[in-house]
């Protein structure tokens, strides 16, 4: 996991999250914006883990 900021030329800043898998070489998230509260960094790794969902109420099981 990573995180990373940078400026646009017009000022305004941005964040990334990124979530790699560097035993293939593979990104497996990137979440980009403004503003990136904890609740969605935590549910961007749950998403990423392993390529499962995550068990709880952010999805429907079968």
Same mark, same amino acid.
């Given at each position: 996991?990573?995180?990373?900021?940078?400026?646009?030329?017009?000022?305004?800043?941005?964040?990334?999250?990124?979530?790699?898998?560097?035993?293939?070489?593979?990104?497996?998230?990137?979440?980009?914006?403004?503003?990136?509260?904890?609740?969605?960094?935590?549910?961007?790794?749950?998403?990423?883990? &392993?390529?499962?969902?995550?068990?709880?109420?952010? &999805?429907?099981?079968?």
């Amino acid at each position: 996991m990573d995180f990373m900021a940078n400026t646009l030329y017009g000022g305004q800043h941005f964040h990334t999250f990124n979530v790699l898998d560097e035993g293939v070489h593979k990104a497996l998230a990137i979440e980009i914006d403004t503003h990136l509260p904890t609740e969605r960094v935590i549910r961007t790794g749950q998403l990423s883990d &392993w390529g499962r969902p995550p068990q709880g109420d952010l &999805w429907q099981q079968p």
